[in-house]
């Protein structure tokens, strides 16, 4: 195949089991003039197996602003660019977004090498719909904006998806259930690809139970999949019902807010319906 002068190629690379890479991509990666990888230590070892010898060049979250304008003179004097992360297609939750931006800014042809994806791979086995969903990336670290997002997340009907840490496995699904409700399904998809890969669908609550009971289990890279809010009009009837109950007694606030424990459901949703039923805004 013949590498177009001055283009930057974006190439995905295998998420674990090495044979998942196309012969396009490896075509790419050995012709063109430079290779960007996130980590240089972790691409060498898939380059030298494909016995790759392409100079390669650092390119992640703390030093792309840095390395953009001098890699975007290079393609506009022809040299030819290759974009990986450490695994998968470059840009999802990898670094990338911003030399692209840039070079499509200034005209320089940016050309996808497709291929693996966690997302597609995950939402392909999990046993949850795939016909409508949102890729929501790695959830906040702190706990307060975890639950917060969770919570905003909480009323979405498209199936949800997530990578998440190791050390934050355990505590993220406890905050799904907190905001989603134990009775959720859901699948956690470990080391997809790779000799550990495990995949396990069930509910939030015994998902939560099945992680905890072994470290082993909270070891390596995972996409979480959570199943969309169901029926919202069987819902909400069900919550109207507990709100007027409970305002007999409490204000809006604290009736949303015990509501939300009692339903396991989202409470600012709640609060917004519980203003409906008082046929008050803002109180």
């Not at 498209?158 to 505590?171: D, G, M, S």
Request: proline share 5%.
């Amino acid at each position: 195949m013949s590498i177009v002068p001055g283009a930057l190629y974006v190439v995905a690379t295998p998420i674990g089991n090495l044979a998942d890479v196309s012969q396009r991509a490896l075509d790419v990666l050995a012709q063109v003039d430079l290779i960007l990888a996130e980590d240089t230590r972790h691409s060498a070892k898939f380059l030298k197996h494909y016995a790759i010898h392409t100079p390669v060049q650092a390119c992640h979250d703390h030093n792309e602003r840095k390395q953009v304008g001098g890699i975007i003179r290079r393609l506009e004097e022809g040299s030819t660019v290759a974009l990986i992360s450490d695994a998968g297609t470059p840009l999802i939750s990898d670094p990338g977004f911003l030399l692209v931006a840039t070079a499509r800014a200034r005209g320089i042809r940016v050309i996808p090498v497709p291929g693996p994806s966690a997302i597609i791979c995950a939402l392909s086995v999990a046993g949850l719909s795939p016909d409508r969903f949102v890729f929501e990336g790695y959830l906040p670290a702190r706990p307060s904006a975890r639950r917060k997002r969770l919570d905003e997340l909480a009323g979405e009907t498209r199936t949800l998806v997530f990578f998440e840490a190791p050390h934050r496995l355990v505590a993220s699904l406890e905050d799904m259930i907190r905001s989603f409700g134990p009775d959720r399904n859901a699948a956690v998809l470990k080391e997809l690809t790779k000799l550990h890969e495990t995949v396990c669908r069930d509910r939030l609550i015994h998902l939560r139970d099945w992680c905890g009971e072994e470290a082993g289990r909270q070891k390596g890279e995972f996409v979480l999949i959570v199943e969309g809010a169901g029926n919202r009009e069987m819902d909400d009837a069900e919550a109207a019902r507990v709100l007027k109950v409970l305002m007999k007694a409490l204000s809006v606030r604290e009736s949303a807010s015990l509501a939300a424990e009692i339903l396991h459901a989202n409470k600012n949703r709640l609060y917004r319906l519980a203003l409906k039923l008082r046929g008050s805004v803002g109180s």
